[in-house]
């Protein structure tokens, strides 16, 4: 049984998801929210949230009619964070993990364009190196 603090975070985060529609967007694309996302909460030995200091949206976006979720911190500077994202493309899951600072695994590097208007605009500013996760749990719960 974890301590008060513990069940504090974790149940801010549960809230927070519901309130932006989590588990509807997940099933929309195919993403079972129990599983990877209340399950990895639930089993955390962590006493704060590790995405304390991230937002959490589901952002359209012109090329995928279902959109994007986005977990991206809310201050980004070169120092090195890292920012996810998960969606439907051409009937496929993607989870993508993101570093503006080159990390093992990477397997690419993202460079925002002028005008980009598909992503949060906190991220804008860096290049991205990034890896296609085949596990669709967030990073930081692992």
């Known amino acids: ?3 008060q603090s513990d069940l504090d975070w974790k149940a801010a985060a549960k809230r927070n998801w519901l309130a932006i529609g989590l588990p509807e967007f997940l099933a929309s694309i195919g993403i079972d929210f129990e599983k990877y996302f209340i399950e990895a909460v ?5 006493s704060v949230d590790p995405y304390d200091d991230a937002t959490w949206e589901i952002w359209p976006h012109s090329e995928i009619p279902s959109g994007v979720l986005h977990c991206f911190p809310k ?3 070169a120092s090195g964070v890292n ?14 993990i993101l570093s503006n600072k080159k990390f093992d695994g990477a397997t690419g590097i993202w460079i925002p364009q002028p005008g980009d208007a598909d992503h949060p605009l ?5 290049s991205w190196h990034y890896e296609i996760s085949e596990n669709l749990q967030p990073l930081k719960y692992l």
Request: avoid cysteine; aromatic fraction near 14%.
């Open 1 to 3: 049984m974890g301590t």
């Open 42 to 46: 639930n089993k955390s030995n962590l």
């Open 75 to 77: 201050k980004v500077d």
């Open 83 to 96: 920012w996810e994202e998960w969606f439907l493309m051409d009937g496929e899951i993607h989870h993508h």
């Open 122 to 126: 906190a991220i804008l500013d860096f």
